[in-house]
C-alpha cells in the first residue's frame, strides 16, 4: 500500500488508525518468514479487539515478567484517570489501543464477569468534544448483529466513557489467513455479513466514511462467529451537521457530504475530488475489500499518494495476476458494480445483497482453494512495505492537502480538455482501465 498510508481526517479529528500493511506483516510473522521478520515493525491492536495474534517470539521468563510489570504499570497509570463511579462497575484489565483524544481498554463487569471494551474520551476541548458527539451520536442510535453495539455510556464534564463489545475474533484479513482454505464461497459467507451492516446502516442515514478490513471484526475466535462493522469515529449522519449540503434529507439517496476524510486506498473518487458525496462512498470501499478478500492485493497501490490518487480517480484497476484466473466472472462482476466511478451507478447494499454472486453465496463460481495465491500476495506486499518505508516527521495531513491539490488540478485539466475535443464528458463507469 505505500508508506503514506496514513487515515486523513476531518480538521477537528485526529484518531489514529491501524494500517492494513502491519496486518499483513502480523499475517507474516505467524507463518515464520524470516525476511519479513527482519523489518516488521509490532503490530498496534484494535482499540477493542484482543484477537490479535502474539506477534513477539517466545521469551524467557524473566522477559515475560517484565512485560506483565509494563502492562500492570500502564493499567494502573489509566485506571487512576477512570471516575470511581465506572470502576465500581467495571473492573479495568489492560489497555488496549489509544488516540488523540480517547484511550480503550478491556474490562469486566464486576458482577457478571461478562468482557467489554471502554473508550474513555477526553472532551475539556472543543475538538474531543466534537469527535465524541458525533461517534456517540451514531452508536446511540444503531442495533444490529453486524455492527459493535454500544451498551451503556457515563458521561462526565472532562470525560465519557463508552462500554462496548469486546470482539476477540480478530480481523477480517487474519481470518482469511489463517484458515488454510478459502473459497470464493468463504468470500461470500464474510460479505453477506458486512453488506448486512453495511445496509442497516445506510438505511438510518449513517455513513460509515471508513471501511477496511482492520474494521471489520470477527466477535469471537469460533468458525460460526458473526463479523461486525468498527470504529466509527468518521461516521456520521446524513442529515445533520454543516457539511451536509442543503435539500431534502428525507433518505440516503438525497443527500451529500463535503469533508474529505477516510483512509486514502479506500476513499472514492469523488472524496479525492472534493465533491459532494453520499453514502455511496461506503460501496466503493467494500468494492476495494472484496478486491483484497479475494486475491490478498490491492486495486489500487502506489507509493506516491499523487499517483495513488491519479489511479483512483481514473478507475484504474484489473484482474491481472493469480489468483484472478481461477476467480470467477460473477465475482469479478460484483467488483465491477461497486467501483464505478459515477456513484450513481454503483450498487446500493441492498443491491449488492441481491448480486447473483452474493445472494447464492458463489454456488455457480469455482469452489478452488484461492488460499495459497492469497497469502503470497499477501506476503509479498508485507515485504515491500517494510522494507520500503522510512520514518516521516513531516505532516501526513499536509501532504495530504497537497496531494489533493495536485490532483484536483490535474483532473480539471484533463476534464477541459477532453471536453474541447469531445464535447460534454460522459459518465466514466466501472471498467478496467484502458491502456
Known amino acids: 500500500m505505500g508508506c503514506g498510508n496514513t487515515k486523513v481526517l476531518p480538521e477537528a479529528s485526529k484518531k489514529g488508525y491501524v494500517s492494513v500493511v502491519q496486518s499483513l506483516v502480523a499475517f507474516s510473522k505467524a507463518h515464520g518468514d524470516d525476511e519479513s521478520n ?101 452508536l446511540q442510535r444503531v442495533s444490529h448483529s453486524h455492527v459493535i453495539q454500544l451498551m451503556e455510556v457515563f458521561q462526565f464534564p472532562q470525560r465519557v466513557y463508552m462500554v462496548l463489545e469486546l470482539a476477540t475474533g480478530g480481523e477480517l484479513l487474519d481470518r482469511v489467513v489463517s484458515r488454510g482454505h478459502f473459497t470464493e464461497r468463504d468470500a461470500t459467507q464474510a460479505l453477506r455479513m458486512v453488506l448486512a451492516g453495511v445496509a442497516y446502516l445506510h438505511n438510518l442515514g449513517i455513513t460509515h466514511r471508513d471501511l477496511k478490513p482492520e474494521n471489520l471484526l470477527y466477535y469471537h475466535p469460533g468458525a460460526d462467529s458473526r463479523l461486525l462493522v468498527t470504529d466509527f469515529g468518521l461516521a456520521t449522519f446524513g442529515g445533520a451537521g454543516s457539511e451536509v449540503s442543503s435539500g431534502d434529507h428525507s433518505g440516503a439517496e438525497t443527500w451529500s457530504l463535503r469533508t474529505t476524510c477516510g483512509t486514502p486506498e479506500y476513499m472514492a473518487p469523488e472524496v479525492l475530488l472534493s465533491r459532494p458525496y453520499s453514502c455511496a462512498v461506503d460501496m466503493w470501499a467494500l468494492g476495494v475489500i472484496a478486491y483484497i478478500v479475494l486475491s490478498g492485493s490491492m486495486p489500487f497501490e502506489d507509493d506516491s499518494r499523487t499517483r495513488l490518487y491519479r489511479s483512483i480517480v481514473r478507475g484504474k484497476y484489473s484482474f491481472h495476476g493469480d489468483p484472478w484466473p481461477s476467480v470467477s466472472n460473477l465475482a469479478k462482476d ?93 459518465a466514466r463507469g466501472a471498467s478496467t482501465p484502458s491502456n
Not at 55 to 80: C, F, H, M, N, T
Open 38 to 138: 527482519k523489518h516488521a515493525k509490532k503490530r498496534r491492536a484494535p482499540w477493542f479487539s484482543t484477537g490479535a495474534k502474539n506477534l513477539q517470539p517466545a521469551s524467557s521468563g524473566q522477559q515475560q515478567i517484565l512485560r506483565e510489570g509494563r502492562q500492570q504499570a500502564r493499567v494502573a497509570k489509566y485506571k487512576d484517570k477512570f471516575d470511581p463511579r465506572v470502576t465500581a462497575r467495571y473492573d479495568i484489565k489492560a489497555l488496549i489501543g489509544r488516540g488523540s483524544f480517547s484511550r480503550v481498554v478491556r474490562v469486566e463487569h464486576r458482577a457478571t464477569r461478562q468482557p467489554f471494551a471502554i473508550k474513555m474520551m477526553e472532551v475539556e476541548g472543543p475538538e474531543g468534544r466534537e469527535v465524541c458527539a458525533s461517534e456517540l451520536a451514531v
Open 334 to 426: 460484483f467488483i465491477h458494480r461497486l467501483l464505478p466511478l459515477d456513484p450513481a451507478s454503483r450498487l446500493s447494499a441492498d443491491q449488492a445483497l441481491r448480486h447473483p454472486w452474493v445472494s447464492t453465496m458463489a454456488a455457480s463460481s469455482s469452489m478452488k482453494n484461492l488460499h495459497r495465491s492469497i497469502s503470497q500476495n499477501l506476503r509479498q506486499r508485507a515485504s515491500r512495505s517494510s522494507s520500503r518505508c522510512p520514518s516521516s516527521n513531516g505532516s501526513s495531513a499536509d501532504s495530504t492537502k497537497v496531494g489533493l491539490g495536485k490532483l484536483i488540478s490535474l483532473e480539471g485539466n484533463q476534464e477541459q480538455q477532453q471536453g474541447r475535443a469531445s464535447g460534454p464528458h460522459p
